[in-house]
Structure formats: structure tokens, C-alpha cells
């Protein structure tokens, strides 16, 4: 069951889009539980294609196509590094193998103490900036090194 604030807030994003066409605020309610939960699951899908008046299996696949949804708990602080092409090259594996040695854990994986998720992520549009990752799915920070890694987390554990 969708709670009261997510439903208010799909009701708002609603009146953005005609009301034939529901199923338009799906990416935004995705998200809205998201924010509450930390992720989404297949209930929670169900739940929002009832709501939208569409198939459940739309809102899945909605859900699965995108990289920002996260479909199983990945920590209080997601981290999602790009690894696409313009990003290996700027330096994205090195990125990855030295989140991987810091916190203990692989892609798609949690630290023991369900501080930390590390996934991988399709193109964040700031291939400039690369190598990069967010965090949560709200903050891009790119031009990573060594030290700029170790600063963010450092910021991330005071949390």
C-alpha cells in the first residue's frame, strides 16, 4: 500500500499530464518510493500500476530499465558509477576496483552495516567529468581520484 505522502505526491505530479494518461507520472512515482523505502519492490510496483490504472508489469519494466531505481536495499548511501564507454576511458575501472578495495564489496553489493551499496550505472551525461558516480541517485560527482573518493566518504561516514 502506497503510503498517504506518496500518494500526495503523485496526485500532484498528476495534475502535470492529461487525465487519460496516468501511467506518464509512473518514472516519478517510482522515485517517490524510492525516497521513502531506499528501494522498490514488486509490491510496491503493483501497488503504483493499481494507483496509475496501468499493467503491472509497464511499471516493472519501468523499473528495470533505468538504472536509478534499485530493486533490492543497497545501503543508506548508494554509490552508482558509471561504466560506459567515455567513462572506462576516463578512468571508471580504477574508480571501481578502489570503491571496491575501501568498502569491502563488489558490484551490487552492501557493506555489512547496510551503510554503503555499490552499483554500476549507464551514461549520467557528464562525460567531461569523468571518471564519476552518484550518490543516492541525487548528487553526480565527478573528476574522481584516489583522494576526492576517499574525501566524499569521509563527508558520507560523519552522516
Partial sequence: MLSEQIQAKI???LKKYP???KQSAVMAALRFVQDE???IA???MADIAAYLGMPKMAVYEVATFYHMYSLKPMGKH???VCTNLP???GGSENTVAYLKSRLGIGLGEVTADGKYGLREGECMGACKDAPLFTLNNKKLCG???K???DQILAELDKS
Avoid: V
Wanted: a negative charge; glycine letters at 4%; hydrophobic letters at 25%.
Fill in 11 to 13: 496526485n500532484r505530479e
Fill in 19 to 21: 487525465a487519460d494518461q
Fill in 78 to 80: 548508494t554509490i552508482t
Fill in 143 to 145: 573528476r574522481l581520484d
Fill in 87 to 89: 567513462c572506462t576511458l
Fill in 37 to 39: 523505502k531506499g528501494w
Fill in 147 to 149: 583522494e576526492k573518493i
Fill in 42 to 44: 514488486t509490491d510496491d
